[in-house]
C-alpha cells in the first residue's frame, strides 16, 4: 500500500458540489490503496470523487435505493471486514476502501409461465436455500434492515407471499450474498418469490392493462419520434424545465397534459 499522501483543501462551494461546514476536518482514507487526507463529513462516494475519482460504474441513485455501491472497508487496527453502501456510510479515519461493481452470484433460467403460485420450484432454482444455517449474518448485513434471513425461511418453505412481502424493499444490493456462508443468492430468489407472486397471487392490475393497450396500440409512438428528432440541447432543456412532480404525488397530474 503506497503511503504516499495526497491532500486537496480547495472546496468548490456550488451545485451539488461538496460544501464542507466550517472547521471540518481532514483524515487519511485509502482508496485502491492509495492514501488521501479527505474531509470527514463526506460519504463514501463523495470522498472517492473528492480525491479525483469518477464513476463510470458502481454509483446510480446516490440516495441509497439502487444498490449499485455496496462496498467493503477495513479500519486499520481492526481486522473485521466492513460493509454498506458507498452513497449512504461516512467515512473514518484509516479506512482501507474496496469497490464491489457486483457480485458473481448464481441466477436461475426459468420461463415464469411455467411455474405455479404453490413455490415448490424455488427450492430446485436456488438448492442453495437449503443450507442456510441460521447465522443471521444475511440480517446483520442487509442496508435496509430487511429481515433477510426470515424471508429465506419463507422461500425455504414455499411462502412465496411471506418471502415476496418481507423483502419488498430489497434493492439487490448484495451485501447480504457477500457474507452468507451457505452462497445463497438471497436477492435473485427474493426476486423469483416477488414474481411469482406478482404473476398467481395478486389480482391482475386493471390500471396497468390499460397502460400497456394504450402503448401497443400506438399512442405514444408520435411523441417518441418526435423526442428522437431532438438534439442533445432541446432534450436537456425539456428535462430541465419540465414540470417536476411533488414529493407525495397521490392524485397529482402535470399542468400539461400532452403526453398523459
Ligand atoms: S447468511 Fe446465509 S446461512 Fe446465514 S442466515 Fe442468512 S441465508 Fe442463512
Ligand atoms: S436483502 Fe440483500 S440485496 Fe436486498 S437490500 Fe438487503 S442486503 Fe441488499
Ligand atoms: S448509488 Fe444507489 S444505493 Fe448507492
Redesign the pocket.
Known sequence: MSEKTTTRVKVIASGDRTILPEGTKMIPVYIMGKKYMLPETLTIQKAIEYAGYQFIRACGCRGGIC?ACPTVWRVKGNYQLQFGLACQTVIEADMVLAQLPFFPANRATYNLDELTAAGEAIASLYPEVMKCVGCNT?TR????E?D?MGYINSAMRGDVARAAKT?F?????????ARCPAQIA??HV?QLCRRIFGRYVLPPAAHLESRVEEITSGRYDGFLEELKGKSEDELRKLYVGREPEPQDSTGWEPRDKTYL
Open positions: 444498490g444475511c448485513a442487509c442496508p435496509m430487511i433477510v423483502s424493499d430489497c434493492i439487490q444490493c448484495g451485501l447480504c450474498s438471497h436477492y427474493a
